[in-house]
């Protein structure tokens, strides 16, 4: 298993109130969400699987869907 800083690591959260941000990163986070392309998903044992679209399912790559979406969100000043 690959090592990871965890005992030296500092996580800080914080209130979002600005509604154009919040509603900018749940799009982002829906779409990583959403990736039935390039994601996998940790199985009990540790292992990873590939996730595959189901059958009918609109396939979504959030990677490329992020640099085609990338203006939505900024602000114009």
């Known amino acids: 298993m690959m090592p990871r800083n965890l ?3 500092v ?3 914080f209130p979002i109130e600005d509604a154009f941000i919040k509603k900018s990163i749940k799009r982002i986070l829906d779409a990583l969400l959403a990736d039935n392309v390039k994601s996998h998903r940790m199985l009990a044992d540790g292992s990873y699987e590939h996730v ?20 939505f969100w900024h602000r114009a000043e």
């Open 11 to 13: 996580e800080q959260l």
């Open 7 to 9: 005992d030296r690591r």
């Open 52 to 71: 595959q679209p189901k059958p009918g399912e609109k396939r979504l790559n959030a990677q490329a869907w992020l640099l085609k979406n990338r203006g």
